[in-house]
């Protein structure tokens, strides 16, 4: 990775510490304790766990991200602690990690995870009977921003695609043709109640272009069959949780 990039990166996970703050916090308290992170990426989560004096700290995901930005990040915050990331999915971390986690959080992944229904089912499996689940996802496939493209709002399905795609780099259109499950609020709460877990917070992030979807509704209902409950819905905050003491 040359200076520039390296930078760059640095710049992505200072520039998402404001988001964990804003979004993650209101949902957990990590202070002491044993965090998974899916999806942890460069390493945003990372940074702000040791920020939150996490006691152990794993990030999961498949994508190869070196890790000389975060360790750049951590040094010149002189931030305390260690961490460890795995490349994979959660699946390959159930046996290791069996009823291990307090705490598990995902900051704007879930809306990318193409095996959501297998996620669910290893979720349980890696929490102590005290652990709970955090997740902040965002933008949402159908919501203005879902495209994750620097369009125009709801762009993506309301205008002509090849027009889009000429003037969106290309490894941005793979990441918007292959990396997106297109989940909606509901989806993913199918997901949620069928894995058994009892939600204790649940908040949705109204879409930030809200003010200007009068101007789309009707272009964006010629080309797609979905309700303007989920086209405005952009993000969803939940905490819960599986194991009830019946004793
Ligand atoms: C928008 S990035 C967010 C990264 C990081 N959480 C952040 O906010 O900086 C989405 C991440 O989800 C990861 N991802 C996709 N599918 C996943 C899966 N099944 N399990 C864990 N992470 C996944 C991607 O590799 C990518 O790093």
């Not at 069959?225 to 989920?230: A, P």
Request: include cysteine; aromatic fraction near 10%; hydrophobic fraction near 35%.
């Amino acid at each position: 990775m040359d200076d520039k990039r390296l930078a760059e990166v640095v710049k992505h996970i200072d520039q998402f510490q404001e988001s964990c703050d804003e979004f993650l916090s209101p949902l957990c308290n990590p202070c002491n304790k044993k965090v998974l992170i899916i999806g942890s990426g460069w390493g945003t989560e990372v940074a702000w766990l040791l920020k939150q004096g996490a006691k152990e700290i794993v990030g999961i995901d498949p994508a190869p991200r070196p890790t000389n930005p975060l360790n750049k990040y951590i040094a010149e915050k002189n931030l305390q602690g260690t961490y460890k990331i795995t490349r994979g999915t959660v699946d390959d971390i159930t046996e290791e990690y069996s009823e291990h986690f307090d705490l598990i959080i995902s900051h704007n992944v879930f809306e990318h995870i193409m095996n959501l229904e297998e996620t669910f089912k290893a979720i349980p499996k890696l929490l102590n009977k005290k652990g709970r689940v955090a997740i902040f996802t965002a933008p949402l496939f159908f919501s203005s921003c879902g495209s994750h493209l620097n369009i125009k709002p709801w762009e993506h399905l309301w205008g002509n695609l090849d027009d889009i795609k000429s003037k969106v780099p290309p490894f941005k259109w793979s990441d918007y043709t292959t990396g997106m499950n297109k989940m909606t609020l509901t989806s993913f709460l199918e997901c949620v109640i069928n894995s058994g877990a009892i939600v204790t917070k649940l908040y949705t992030r109204p879409d930030r272009n809200i003010q200007e979807f009068p101007k789309y509704i009707d272009k964006i209902l010629l080309k797609n069959k979905i309700s303007l409950f989920d086209l405005t819905v952009e993000g969803i905050s939940i905490e819960f949780f599986y194991h009830v003491d019946k004793n």
